[in-house]
């Protein structure tokens, strides 16, 4: 293993701003691309493919970057065999404040150590017991949707997955202010992660953010010690009783830290996908009646573990596709921690990449028809994604890979196969289809996704 690997002191150097031997553009001076590329990233990221090739220069979010597009890059940065590109220092600009200690903002060595605390949380034996939780929690609250004046899809399904992670994460049923708290301080947190000021000033979105993060901390912290005397079966449970190498349990800080992270990401990406699905099932009722069909010919009141694989084909080639258009992570960012070549491109120390899989997820010489709703693309004997093993890469890769990709997919398949026994998904009368979609942090139409629920 290099040595580089237990080194981290490139964590204190700041960001090399010199690509200028690099094709492509900077952009306007200070703000660059940022602005164009927010509102559509998909536009800016394909005018430089074509103008400049797969590698070239950019100014993106206020910051000068390497952009390495196609499954390739993906590839390489993922894997990462010699361990020259850093998460921690690639996401750490937008995310470090907020995710600080988990899993994400944890390098090499330090992430293989740390990752091992969430290993059995993710087991089969501990995933049979969350699908019972999930459903006792859908059928506490999905009934009451059909009964809703202007109805909106986001925020209600925002909701009920985080009433989802409070039990299936925390072991709690939230209720009333504690859960709108919580559910505000996470909003405050995401909302300052695309902040143009950041600074933690009295005033600010920043600030705003920061205080949410420091309610989450506080909040999670406080729970770590509780979990430790308990025997339940929800993940803070099996989180707070890991032990290192060593033998000794993780801080609660350590704890926490991770909560806060993971619960973010699973509740705030499954959020996406389903949001982002219900649009496109209200536009394709033949692909809602497919999955419908599906759910229902295993005449059960609810779905089960069992039934995750073989049993929801349809449904499982529909995620793929829905996260193949609109990926929970849109861009891989890195950051070198030495000098190194890409191409035949020199590429200094420090330097910030972006991979990308929302680009990469609809490049021509790879999809047909990419910009389609096309959930068959996935299908036995035509399998598109197939072409390259980093084509469709919506959960990352290598080391970094999303440790909770089963779980979202089992969340993901719960609550849709719930939704759909009850109601049909429709637009209201006059609705433009499509929306416009705010693509970052994560993906979600900006009118919350005003729908008709038919009760069946």
């Known amino acids: 293993m290099p040595s580089q690997s237990t080194d981290y002191s490139y964590v204190h150097a700041k960001d090399n701003r010199n690509l200028d031997h690099l094709p492509g553009k900077y952009g306007l001076p200070l703000i660059g691309y940022t602005f164009p590329f927010l509102v559509e990233p998909y536009a800016v990221l394909d005018k430089m493919y074509k103008q400049y090739g797969p590698i070239s220069k950019a100014s993106l979010t206020f910051n000068r970057m390497l952009v390495a597009l196609g499954p390739e890059y993906i590839k390489l940065l993922t894997l990462d065999p010699e361990q020259i590109f850093s998460p921690r220092m690639g996401y750490d600009g937008p995310l470090g404040d907020f995710f600080a200690g988990g899993l994400l903002m944890r390098d090499f060595g330090e992430h293989k150590i740390h990752r091992r605390i969430m290993q059995t949380a993710f087991k089969n034996d501990a995933m049979k017991g969350y699908v019972e939780d ?30 989802i992670a409070a039990k299936v994460f925390l072991g709690l049923d939230l209720e009333g202010p504690e859960t709108q708290q919580l559910n505000q301080d996470f909003l405050d947190m995401m909302a300052a992660t695309v902040a143009l000021i950041r600074k933690d000033w009295p005033g600010l979105l920043y600030r705003r953010g920061m205080d949410g993060r420091r309610g989450l901390e506080k909040f999670f912290i406080s729970l770590v010690g509780e979990k430790r005397q308990s025997d339940g079966r929800d993940m803070a449970s099996f989180f707070a009783k890991e032990t290192d190498e060593n033998g000794q349990l993780f801080s609660e800080k350590v704890v926490g830290e991770h909560l806060i992270f993971l619960l973010l990401a ?51 080639m529909l995620f793929k596709e829905v996260l193949r258009l609109h990926p929970p992570v849109p861009q891989l960012m890195r ?26 997820h ?95």
């Open 134 to 163: 999930v459903h006792s929690v859908i059928d506490s609250s999905i009934n009451s949707w059909g009964q809703q004046a202007d109805f909106k899809f986001y925020p209600n399904v925002k909701e009920l997955l985080l009433d």
């Open 266 to 316: 699973a509740h705030d990406t499954t959020t996406s996908a389903l949001t982002m699905t219900a649009s496109f099932l209200a536009r394709h009722q033949d692909w809602q009646d497919r999955v419908r069909a599906e759910v229902l010919a295993l005449n059960k009141p609810h779905i089960e573990f069992e039934d995750l694989g073989d049993n929801l084909k349809d449904t499982e």
């Open 335 to 360: 950051r070198t921690v030495r000098d190194t070549e890409i191409d035949g491109h020199s590429v200094p120390a420090h330097t910030l990449i972006q991979a990308s899989p929302l680009y990469t």
């Open 362 to 456: 609809r490049m021509e010489e790879w999809w047909t028809n990419p910009h389609n709703f096309d959930p068959d693309r996935f299908a036995p004997g035509r399998e598109e994604h197939k072409k390259h093993p980093f084509m469709w890469a919506p959960f990352g890769g290598g080391a970094h890979k999303c440790i909770g990709l089963h779980f979202a997919g089992m969340l993901y398949k719960c609550v849709l196969a719930d939704m759909l026994s009850r109601y049909r998904l429709k637009f209201v009368d006059g609705y433009q289809y499509p929306a416009k979609v705010q693509h970052f942090p994560f993906a979600k139409p900006l009118d919350d996704m005003p729908l008709v629920l038919e009760k069946l």
